[in-house]
């Protein structure tokens, strides 16, 4: 069955950095966009980041553009999200997901499969 | 991008169907076939529940349906029942070489 299953979250000051890792399995990894999204406690989902099926583009919000950034490593089945310059309001509940494994619909936001999220807080 | 457009609550007695809106622009809902819907559960990851505006996954029960038109997608919810009380987000695409965006979500009570 597919699973996705993040870590990598915790406490951290600002202007400090975190990585996020999302292991996948039960499904072709490589086939498949990956995408990061977001939520801000009691707040609503938020895109952050998505990297097409082979990394060969990826795309993100603006409120994390220049500080975060999507990789995936096959060998591994394991998406990443590496977040520089961390402030305040990136504290969030951050969810890896499963996109589109169609090569002209990397973009389309049919998030099959979610992981179970890790809480990113940022606070001096 | 801005955030599409939800109610901030709804809801309906058991048995009754409920409706939620997700407004948009030309840009977004209403340029392409592309919008989701997605129940959250408190504390819980979010469910896919409907893709390409009327699909339903396979599990998902025929209660859920979905619609567009124009620049406004809907949600119908119809044989309310109480395990349906949850968070609803749309999403939709935003075309090529940028990202999509979320609604900033409808609560449904069961009453």
Same mark, same amino acid.
């Given at each position: ?124 | ?6 109610? &901030? ?7 009754? @169907?409920?409706?939620? $809106?997700?407004?948009?622009? #030309?840009?977004?809902?209403? =340029? ?23 699909? &339903? ?7 859920? @349906?979905?619609?567009? $038109?124009?620049?406004?997608? #809907?949600?119908?919810?119809? =044989? ?32």
């Amino acid at each position: 069955q597919v699973q996705l299953v993040e870590s990598g979250g915790g406490v951290v000051q600002p202007g400090r950095s975190l990585r996020l890792s999302c292991a996948a399995s039960g499904f072709t990894f490589s086939y498949y966009a990956m995408h990061w999204v977001r939520q801000a406690p009691g707040k609503g989902l938020e895109w952050v980041a998505v990297i097409y099926y082979d990394g060969s583009n990826k795309y993100y919000a603006d409120s994390v553009k220049g500080r975060f950034t999507i990789s995936r490593d096959k060998s591994k089945n394991t998406l990443y999200l590496q977040m520089n310059s961390l402030r305040a309001e990136d504290t969030a509940v951050y969810y890896c997901a499963r996109g589109s494994d169609d090569v002209w619909q990397q973009l389309v936001p049919n998030f099959d499969y979610w992981g179970q999220g890790t809480l990113v807080t940022v606070s001096s | 991008q801005s955030a599409l457009t939800q109610p &901030r609550s709804v809801s309906g007695s058991p048995g009754q @169907s409920v409706t939620i $809106s997700c407004t948009g622009t #030309s840009s977004d809902v209403g =340029g392409y076939n592309y919008v989701s819907w997605y129940q959250q559960n408190t504390g819980k990851a979010p469910k896919l529940m409907i893709y390409d505006v009327s699909k &339903r996954p396979s599990g998902v029960p025929d209660r859920f @349906s979905g619609s567009k $038109s124009g620049n406004t997608a #809907s949600l119908t919810i119809s =044989g309310l029942q109480s395990e349906d009380e949850a968070d609803y987000y749309c999403c939709s695409y935003a075309g090529s070489y940028t990202l999509g965006v979320f609604g900033g979500g409808t609560k449904l009570t069961v009453l």
